[in-house]
Structure formats: structure tokens, C-alpha cells
């Protein structure tokens, strides 16, 4: 079956964004999905958002310029959040960009950032509408008394905090009413803790797209990217250093 991506209009330069319908993807099909977490999907609708995801994360990774997917892994942090790495063994230490992934009325949207940023991305159809009282678990204060007056910015204010919980690596660990977002500006610099976070939204495919950015804390080197890092200072502190046995060919 052949699937249509598009890629949207991204407000920041150092991102791509892909959009694509969700599909019942067969695990064969998904290079970056892993059997043992599709397992734990208990419906079929859950299960095909997250091979919709993944597939399209590839297709995303193949346009950044990432053309070996046997190599590349998705893992979690401990809050769930995901994260490329090389597959251990492959000696690779070609930078991985950053992602984040959404779902919604059954279209999937990814984006990949490049590896100095992190970044966090939500969407919800253009006209969808939150319940008012869901309001006090999202705002307070100030922000609740704005939404309950204008309630139709609810959906906006939603996804720029879900996109902000991604970008930070939290999720809902990150209570969504610790999150005040200044209503009425397109382009926002929003201060968490020690976090700056730049937020922009946009319109696209009847969608309403948030997509927050902030710099990235280079991660943890792997056991294998210390002794490359350690192989390479040796080779250039010493112009002899070398690898293996050395052989000397005797005339006869």
C-alpha cells in the first residue's frame, strides 16, 4: 500500500517535519519498531499509531540524510521519552538527530531536529474543542481565568504544553499547570527551571501544529564511543601507535 508523507512547513530552520495517516503496518514493515514494546499495546488502534510512528520516523531519517536504518535504534529515557542511538556493535558515531513523535484523528507527525536541540511537537485538528472542565488540570491562576473567558484558545494552549513536556523529556512527570504560556503571540520564550524554551505555532493539513525547541545537553558517551575517543587521542599522540601484530617479511 502506498502511504502518503508530507512534509510541513516547520517554523524553525534546524527542523523537518513529516506528516503521514495512520496505517496498519505490519512489524516487517517497520525497521525501528521493537517487537517486545508493540507487544504491550493492548488495542489495535494504539498499536498502529505506534508503527505509523516509527515508519515514519525512518522515512523522516532517510530525508535527513540517515539511509541505513539496520544500524539505529529508538530507545527511552526514564520518562519515557524517545531517543536515536547506534545499535551497539556498529562502531558509529555519526551525530543522530533529534525527535519527537504525535498522533492524532489518525494522522501521524514526527519531528527531527538536529542533534544541538531538543525539541517537542503536538497537534489536535483545527475547530477541536476541550471540555471546560478539563480547564483546572491544565491552567491556573491568571491562565485559568483567561481560558475560561475564551475558551476556544484551550486546544492551542493544550498542545504548546504537551509540545513544551516533550521538549523538557518529561511528559506528564512535568504538571501541565506549572506551565504558563502567554496567550496571543506566535512566537514565545517561555522560562522553566533552567530552561529557556522557544514555542511556535502554525496551521497546516487542518491541523493546529505547536512545536517547541530549546539547546540540547549533549547526552552520556557509550562505553564504545569512549574507547574510539580514547583510540583516536592515542593515534594522534603517538604517529607510530598502531592496531594488531606487526609483521616483518624476512628475504629468503
Known sequence: ?????????????ETRVFMAPVHAWHMDDVPLAMADEVATFVTEKRRSEHLSGRWLLGVALEHWGVTDLSTIEVQRTEHRAPYLTHIQGVWKRTPLPNISIAHS?????????????????????EGRTLAPNAFDMMAKGEELRYLRAHPDEAMRLWTGKEAIQKTLGLGMHLNPRDIEIPIGQEKLNISIGKSIIQLEYWQEKGFHLSLAFMPSTPPEPTPEERLLEETRAAMQADPNWGVGCKTQRSGA
Not at 500500500?1 to 530552520?13: C, F, K, Y
Request: include cysteine; glycine fraction near 2%.
Open 1 to 13: 500500500m502506498s502511504v502518503t508523507v508530507s512534509e510541513l512547513t516547520a517554523p524553525n530552520a
Open 105 to 125: 484523528n489518525d494522522r501521524v507527525v514526527v519531528a527531527c531536529a538536529s542533534p544541538e536541540w531538543s525539541i517537542g511537537i503536538d497537534m489536535e485538528p
